[in-house]
């Protein structure tokens, strides 16, 4: 009796996956190692996507890689029209741990792209060796700046015997 109840189930998935397998999808992540991706990155035979949100791509991104948001991919239906990406090069797909990269290559693969999703999330590429984008570690270590300047220049104030500002004379922020 056991065995009748799971049967059904089981044998749906099975054949749900073998469907999906035929239409093209991803059912898994590439099995290109990380070696072949630089490879073909440095190459030029791929282009590197990073499927993360716009906040997570913000706070830092890959060098060279291009930002194509799985939100974006998912509601616009319509990516080829949409993004401008190369349909004869291999596009590997990362985001922070590889599950947004496997929905985003059931998108773009229907669309006739080469999608190969990678398992391996951002901070993972980065450990590897992929190099982060210089601007974005720019902009991010720019931020406290103005703070720091401000402090600094109260702190050569006093060492030059003037007195500290008064800060309850400064307006409200």
Not at 58 to 87: F, N, T
Not at 122 to 131: M, N, P, Q, S
């Amino acid at each position: 009796m056991l065995r009748r109840r799971y049967t059904l189930p089981v044998l749906l998935c099975a054949l749900a996956t073998l469907a999906a397998g035929a239409r093209g999808f991803a059912l898994d992540h590439t099995t290109d190692t990380l070696e072949t991706v630089k490879k073909n990155l440095e190459e030029k035979k791929a282009v590197l996507v990073d499927v993360r949100e716009q906040g997570e791509w913000d706070a830092g991104h890959l060098a060279g890689a291009r930002h194509v948001p799985l939100s974006k991919l998912e509601a616009d239906g319509a990516p080829a029209e949409l993004i401008e990406l190369p349909k004869d090069t291999i596009l590997y797909g990362h985001c922070r741990s590889g599950g947004r990269a496997l929905k985003a290559a059931a998108v773009l693969q229907k669309a006739g792209y080469d999608f190969r999703p990678l398992k391996q999330g951002y901070e993972d590429l980065v450990a590897a060796g992929f190099k982060k984008d210089d601007a974005s570690a720019e902009k991010k270590a720019g931020e406290g700046e103005p703070e720091e300047k401000a402090k600094s220049g109260e702190e050569e104030k006093e060492k030059e015997g003037g007195a500290p500002a008064d800060k309850s004379a400064l307006p409200p922020c």
